[in-house]
């Protein structure tokens, strides 16, 4: 008997929940391969690791960028190897639900849901992360109320108004986590003529990147390669250096909500000064970045339970009530 599943295909992290389990995979989005013969050679977090760490023939590769699949044939593999991982097979075809960005084109639509026929379910819809979001953050959406999320993944942010079970009022941009971490190598190779890859990048996020001040900052050292002499080099990093590299993502993410704020409705918006705005998705777990907005934007910020998780225990929840639910299905309410 197959096990229904609804999928998070993030930019950075694809999580996937089973009918009546729970959640059973949660790794980065990453797809190890073989440059000369096609052949995949690790996914996940196995792949992760190989990032920057390869012989030139072997490429560690994420195949959504920003939100979009940059390539269809490895999201195709990559959506098979997930449901092989989870014990599907041409005997046990499910049904699957799959999260994806609002901003997501006709094209690439089509691409998602027929991946995964072709990859052995007996059926695919999508979801956008917002509306999962909501559900997984146990909003009452289907209330006359005005919900706002505010959903930052590694290449995109969106921030919806929902409210009767649609979405009002929408603004999403191609930035998040992984433009943090760009702009964190941008600023050292510049600052201080050093190269560090992704991961390195990714850390000094987590252990002194900040959108706003914030209490014991402490500076941090960072080893990576001198772009002069090709030699191991030691820096030291303040807070506030890295505050201000990572400005203009940070800035583009709360422009952002400050313009869903201005689409949404009066009378929802008033809701959202007593209920608050959602923060969820791993891009909302930097530093000072809920009281950034919070104070940018005069509308209170609350953080959801579980920020990492919210997007696919929403969509889990419509797999586990599917026929009273499949109404929040991309299409469907059009």
Known sequence: MARDLAIDLGTANTLVYMKGRGIVLNEPTVIALNRQTGEVLATGREAWQMIGRTPGYIVAVRPLRGGAITDFEITERMIRLLLQRVGVSRF??????????????????????????????????????????????????????????????????????????????????????????????SHIRREHGIAIGDQTAEKIKLA?????????????????????????????LTPEEIRVAIEDPVSSIITSVTRCLSKAPPELSQDFLVRGMYLVGGGGLLRGLASRIE??????????????????LG????????????????????
């Open 92 to 185: 046990t075809r499910p049904k699957v639900v799959i999260c994806v960005p609002s901003a997501i084109t006709e094209v690439e639509r089509r691409a998602v849901t027929d991946a995964a026929r072709r990859a052995g379910a007996a059926d695919a819809n999508l979801i956008e992360q917002p509306m999962a979001a909501a559900i997984g953050a146990d909003l009452p959406i289907d209330e006359p109320i005005g919900n706002m999320v505010i959903d930052i993944g590694g290449g995109t942010t969106e921030t919806a108004v929902i409210s009767l079970g649609g979405i009002v009022a929408l603004e999403a941009v191609r930035v998040g986590s992984f433009d943090i971490d760009s702009a964190i190598q």
């Open 295 to 312: 104070r940018e934007t005069q509308v209170p910020v609350r953080m959801s339970n579980v920020p990492l998780e919210a997007v696919v």
């Open 208 to 236: 002194i990147g900040s959108a706003d001040v914030t209490d014991d900052e402490v500076p941090a050292e960072v080893r990576g390669r001198d772009l002069t002499s090709g030699l191991p080099k030691t820096v030291e």
């Open 315 to 334: 969509a889990g929840h419509v797999i586990e009530h599917y026929d009273d639910l499949k109404g929040m299905f991309m299409g469907a309410r059009r």
